[in-house]
């Protein structure tokens, strides 16, 4: 490309470089769409004006005039008080109008104001006999960058007004302090918008680039910053605020899955809270449902949810929930997981969740562990995944000794299998909510109890558990504060490949012999776990497919080694005596 000529001097010149330019660029363009592109690019008379103004500004700079005098206001006006007496020639009152006018008062005024460098607003003193009934009016200008102003309005169903309805914390309005909730919109940019639809009034603001000026009348009572407290929450659910219809302001949503942590910033608003992700740098505040409003439009949508969710138990096995509370592996024979749970309660539906209070917590040195609460389908691998932490660190894992109101046999020893209890004893304890689980086979009561945890604990030891889902909320106390790890089949495909030689274990016919994995339980147990998920997925705190058994493992191990030593966020009830 053959070099430009730019004029003489750095700066002058740009106006002939421009007019030059489409035809130096002539040899490198193809289309004739491109052509007439660049002519009307160059040729545009407001660029052209740009440039010269440029170029004017410039030449000043380099000749860097200094004022004469600071103070051609006050000059213009001596000179007028002095001429006022004079005889009353026409040159004379026609200079002394031209000094009356007000634009050229302001254009001696800022005149002064350049010479002097006195950039900073002067401010009127108030005068004595303010008429509080008058209304004042704020007019304040901002830069708006790509960032969003941070304010919603909304039309006052009395008065017709629009008027300031929030302020997102955080967001560019907050930061100047100068905009309040219940400030009166009068104009925008100078167009008034009293007879405007609150949406076209945000077109006006998305449309608006660089300064936009507000012209508002002050909420009566300023809006005092609340010290609310630092208050963190867990989400229990999926939003997104794009498809809420309900939300006032779609732009200014936040968006979550469920897990994610949240900063609650403002909860003046009943129904809808300000939020941002914990640990993310922007510091703008988006907008979320309030707990109470999330839990009505749950509450609302709830009958259609079970409906759509039936939970039938199948009649050839529990639709692969597990059956039994988890006993003791050391007994072979009740090793079969033959206990059909009789509580109804396998079919009931999650509490409505939204939101938990969460709080930063990590263990002390030499505090309880916190009880380890394994849930899965049937026959994913949760005894596989438990006898090999037993294995790995007997002195570090245990798991709880199951109660039983079947007589003893000869080689069994009170606590070792079972606690052996009569069946009164132990429907006295059910009925007393001594059992995290209980079940009955061939007349006989099993359960675990939740001494059986406490004795384990006691011993500073980590308790293994696995249980049905629907009891992990009666373990959520501060006393157990239960990791929850979820145990997940892969995909059917990939169940086929792994547990090719796998065993039922709670398929073992009455003579105790195992059998094989069919297709239909590898359907079964990914469906059964899809169906957890969606329903108690909100209190899984970790996931763990269990396709390669090695990894799986591992992955187990890595996690409960950081419940011990890092922090985790639990519910803030769990951390208050
Ligand atoms: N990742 C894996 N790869 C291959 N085989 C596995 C894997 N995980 C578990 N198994 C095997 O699958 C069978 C069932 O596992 P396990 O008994 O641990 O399941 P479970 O979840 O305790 O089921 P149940 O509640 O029915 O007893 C066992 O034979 C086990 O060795």
Known sequence: MPALSTGSGNYSGLCELLCALPSQLQPHVHSQDDSTFLHNMFGERSLHSLVKIHERLQ??????????????????????????????????????????KPHVKSLLSVHDTVAQKNYD???????????DDEVSVKIIRLVKNKEPLGATIKRDEHTGAILIARIMRGGAADRSGLIHVGDVLREVNGVPVDDKKPDEIIHILSQSQGAITFKLIPAIKEETPSKEPKMFVKTLFDYEPAEDKAIPCKEAGLAFKRGDILHIM????????????????????????????????????????????????SNRR???????????????KTNKSMYECKKSEQYDMADVATYEEVTPHRRQSGAKHRLVVLVGPTGVGLNELKRKLLISDPQHFSVTVPHTSRPKRNQENEGVEYHFISKNIFETDIHNNKFIEHGEYKGNYYGTSLDSVRSVLSKNKVCLLDV????????????????????????????????????????????????????????EMVSTAQQMESQHGHLFEKIIVNDDLTAAFSELKMALKKVETDTHWVPISWTHS
Do not use: M
Not at 287 to 297: D, G, T, V
């Open 266 to 313: 403002s909860q003046d608003d009943a129904n809808w809270w300000q939020a941002k992700q914990d640990g993310h740098a922007n510091p703008r505040a988006g907008l979320i449902p309030s707990k109470q409003f999330q839990e009505r439009r749950f509450a609302l949508r709830r009958p259609a949810a079970s409906v759509l969710q039936p939970q039938k138990i």
């Open 318 to 332: 529990s639709s692969g929930f597990r059956r039994s509370f988890r006993l003791s592996r050391r007994d072979k």
């Open 59 to 100: 030449h000043y700079e380099e000749r860097s005039p200094a004022p004469i005098l600071d103070s051609a206001g006050s000059l213009a006006t001596d000179l007028s008080e002095e001429l006022q007496g004079k005889s009353a020639s026409e040159e004379i009152s026609e200079l002394l109008n031209l000094l009356a």
């Open 121 to 131: 607003p002067e401010l009127p003193p108030l005068p004595d006999d303010i008429d």
């Open 468 to 523: 049905q889902p629907h009891t992990i909320k009666h373990l959520r106390t501060a006393e157990f504060k239960p990791y929850v790890v979820f145990v997940k089949p892969p995909p059917v495909e990939r169940l086929r490949e792994s547990r090719r030689n796998a065993k039922v274990s709670s398929g073992k016919d009455d003579k105790g012999s195992a059998k094989s994995f069919s297709e239909e339980d590898f359907l």
